[in-house]
Structures are given as C-alpha cells and as structure tokens.
C-alpha cells in the first residue's frame, strides 16, 4: 500500500484534531495520524513543518494546515487531486 500524502498531528483532548481527523475520515481520505503528546518526535517534525506550537498540524503533500481550516484543507486535497 502506498504511504499516505496526508499527515494529521493531533492529541487525544483536542476537539479541532478529532473534528479534522472526523472530516477525513467522512470524505474518505486516508491519513497517517501521529500523537504529540505521546511522540516527542512527532512534536519536534510537526513544529518543524508549521513553525508554531498549534494543533492539528495538517501535512498535505506537504502544504501545512494549523487548525481545522476546512476551506483551505479542501483546497490543497483537490489541487493534489487526493479526492
């Protein structure tokens, strides 16, 4: 199976990962999904890519999303034609 071209950082308590990861998950999107609070590097990579401590990161083919932006999280899934 290929590698998903979707990234979720998120933790268990925040309601704007799960409605993210909810969103995804209705509009059939596969996504690797990796926990902050308990993947020190998952942190450090999420950081790294968004330059601010905000949840959910959201790493689409490599455009990144801070917080549940739905417009901008369609946009970048239809440009890399993922849906």
């Known amino acids: 199976m290929d590698k998903p071209n979707v990234t979720t950082y998120t933790t268990t308590w925040c309601s704007f990962c799960h409605a993210a990861k909810d969103y995804l998950n209705k509009i059939g999107v596969k996504y ?3 926990d902050v609070e308990k993947d020190i590097e998952a942190g ?5 890519k968004s330059g601010q401590r905000g949840i959910p990161v959201i ?12 417009p901008r999280i369609d946009q970048s899934l239809k440009e ?3 849906v």
Do not use: P, Q, S
């Open 44 to 48: 450090k990579e999420a950081f790294t």
């Open 59 to 70: 790493d689409i083919a490599g455009d990144i999303i801070v917080g549940f932006d739905r």
């Open 80 to 82: 890399h034609k993922l």
């Open 32 to 34: 690797e999904d990796k």
